[in-house]
Structures are given as structure tokens and as C-alpha cells.
T-cell receptor, first 114, second 114 residues
Framework: GAVVSQHPSWVICKSGTSVKIECRSLDFQATTMFWYRQFPKQSLMLMATSNEGSKATYEQGVEKDKFLINHASLTLSTLTVTSAHPEDSSFYIC??????????FGPGTRLTVL | AQTVTQSQPEMSVQEAETVTLSCTYDTSESDYYLFWYKQPPSRQMILVIRQEAYKQQNATENRFSVNFQKAAKSFSLKISDSQLGDAAMYFCAYLVGGAQKLVFGQGTRLTINP
């Protein structure tokens, strides 16, 4: 139980294009989903918290117009990186809460912007 | 602000032996949760163990156990009978009760020597 999927697992795009990453909770309904970014050999950095049916809450320093988050249903949240640039290349991980205090993580998406 | 510190960037252990990973945290809260997550080379974050601060009994999950010292704000992870599949990055994390934001430590890379 508590399985979270992400799609795609890796994506390469050209600078200036937009990329959408999907996060799904497969066997439970998640009222809250989270988006993290992880640089090589570093810890996870929370980008935003997403609650179903409401606007995402972004962490300080995260550009909400660049990283668009939509949480339209209890099982799906999407992160769109708009007008991507090489500095946006990173590993993006989502998680979902089954109970209020425990997060289950997706397998991550590796984004490379050329 | 809550912080989580993992003072051991790297650890290694012989297969079948026991290893302990250290974690300390700083908080003024009384209601909180502590976690250990494992991130193998696949980069999938896997929940290893969870501890509620109000519980005095240390959590255990098969070969994994914690030593939770609330007064000292210490939360170490003991891995018994280490296996090759235990090789991974281990992250200690903290969550205030009722809040949603996980705070991660810097991680400890564990190597298992055959």
C-alpha cells in the first residue's frame, strides 16, 4: 500500500519549452501532495505544498510563475516547469500524505534542459 | 527554526555486522514525529521507520531500530545484520505534529562491504 507514481521518470527538453510532471497516489487518496527538488549529493528541498482544490503554498525563494502546481483531484498533482532553462535541470520528487504525519514518495523525475 | 543534523556524511560496515547512524534535531515543540528514509541508487525514497515523540518505546522494523533520546534530541538508526541491499543514502527527517513540512538532514551515505 501507499504507492506513489511519477511520470515521466526522465525528460530532456530544449531551453524555453515547458515540461509537465505528473504525481499520482495509486492506492490511496492524498489530500496533500508535496514537490521537492534534489541536487546531486544533496538533501531534498521542499518547493511547494499542494492541497486538493486549492492553490499551492510555495516555499520562500521558489518562483510560483516558473513552477506551476495543480492539484485537481485527490490522486493527481502536476508540476509544470515553464520556460525551462539549463539551471532548472534537477531531480524532482513528489510525495503524498496518507495520514497527516507520514509522506510517501514517488520515484522521481530527472529533468535535463539543453 | 527546526533543524536536523546528520554528522556522518559517510559510513561503511561489513556485511552481517551492525551499524548505527546518528541524527540530532533542534526543536522547542513537544508534539512531533521523526523518520528515517532510505534513498538507494534508484533514488526512490523509502520510509524505513517512524517514531512519535510522545512514545517512549523505541520503534523497530525488522532489522531496523531506533534509539530515541527525547531529552538529548537524538534519534539514531541501528541496522542489524547489514545486507548489501542496505547500501543507500539515509535521511533523518522531522515533522511538527499538525504541520506538513518535513525537515530533512543532510544525509549519510552507507556502504556495505561484502
Amino acid at each position: 500500500g501507499a504507492v506513489v507514481s511519477q511520470h515521466p521518470s526522465w525528460v530532456i527538453c530544449k531551453s524555453g519549452t515547458s515540461v509537465k510532471i505528473e504525481c499520482r497516489s495509486l492506492d490511496f487518496q492524498a489530500t496533500t501532495m508535496f514537490w521537492y527538488r534534489q541536487f546531486p549529493k544533496q538533501s531534498l528541498m521542499l518547493m511547494a505544498t499542494s492541497n486538493e482544490g486549492s492553490k499551492a503554498t510555495y516555499e520562500q525563494g521558489v518562483e510560483k510563475d516558473k513552477f506551476l502546481i495543480n492539484h485537481a483531484s485527490l490522486t493527481l498533482s502536476t508540476l509544470t516547469v515553464t520556460s525551462a532553462h539549463p539551471e532548472d535541470s534537477s531531480f524532482y520528487i513528489c510525495s503524498a500524505s496518507l495520514v497527516a504525519d507520514t509522506q510517501y514518495f514517488g520515484p522521481g523525475t530527472r529533468l535535463t534542459v539543453l | 527554526a527546526q533543524t536536523v543534523t546528520q554528522s556522518q556524511p559517510e559510513m561503511s560496515v561489513q556485511e552481517a555486522e551492525t551499524v548505527t547512524l546518528s541524527c540530532t534535531y533542534d526543536t522547542s515543540e513537544s508534539d512531533y514525529y521523526l523518520f528515517w528514509y532510505k534513498q538507494p541508487p534508484s533514488r526512490q525514497m523509502i520510509l524505513v521507520i517512524r517514531q512519535e515523540a510522545y512514545k517512549q518505546q523505541n520503534a523497530t522494523e525488522n532489522r531496523f531500530s531506533v534509539n530515541f533520546q527525547k531529552a538529548a534530541k537524538s534519534f539514531s538508526l541501528k541496522i542489524s545484520d547489514s545486507q548489501l541491499g542496505d547500501a543507500a543514502m539515509y535521511f533523518c527527517a522531522y515533522l511538527v505534529g499538525g504541520a506538513q513540512k518535513l525537515v530533512f538532514g543532510q544525509g549519510t551515505r552507507l556502504t556495505i562491504n561484502p
